[in-house]
């Protein structure tokens, strides 16, 4: 009778080497694609261009505008006093080349506030606040003229400054990007 010598597969130092050798490619092939992968997510910034804004009007005074960005775009935020929103509800609309009353383009119960777009509709500029004939808006590139309700009133322009989409989350505090169901329409 033969004998057989049975020993126990014990590891040995050619084993360690081999699972050394393919956690190590493992690691290196994972190093390689990780950045094809992750390449393929979209950029932070564009992520957050997307994100509504959220901004506190207790600090803008009567009769001032600030300007926030929203998706890359200027926003202008005006805190009207009684006299603008009383001139910009006498102007007959049907004068107007885009005509709109003062009503459709603020939220009622804060005709106060006027958020608009602050970009021209004619070439794209950016126009001056608090100047030009209606002590609206002004835009020095061409001459657009808007009035306090960011109507368009005198030069070239073709459209009335656009609204973007907002709602008030409080009597001091809107949120732009994010609308409710009576948000007047651009």
Known sequence: ?????????????????????????????????????SQMNPDKATIAAGVPVEVDLTPIPMGQS???????????????????ISAADDVDINTLKDPQSDADRVKKGDEQWLV????????????L??????????????????????????????????IPPYSFESASKI???AESDSTPKA
Request: some cysteine; charged content about 15%.
């Open 1 to 37: 009778m033969a004998t057989t010598n049975e020993h126990a597969a014990e590891p040995t130092r050619r084993d360690f080497i081999y699972i050394a050798t393919g956690a190590a490619s493992a690691v290196g092939v994972a190093s390689a694609v990780w950045p094809f992968i």
């Open 66 to 84: 600030i300007k926030v960005f929203w998706r890359g775009k200027p926003i202008f935020i005006r805190h009207r006093t009684k006299e603008e």
């Open 116 to 127: 608009v777009i602050g970009i021209c509709t004619h070439l794209g500029c950016i126009p």
């Open 129 to 162: 606040v608090n100047e030009g004939a209606y002590h609206g808006w002004f835009c020095p590139c061409h001459g657009s003229v808007y009035d306090t309700s960011g109507r368009i009133r005198q030069g070239p322009a073709p459209l009335n400054l656009a």
């Open 175 to 177: 949120i732009i990007g």
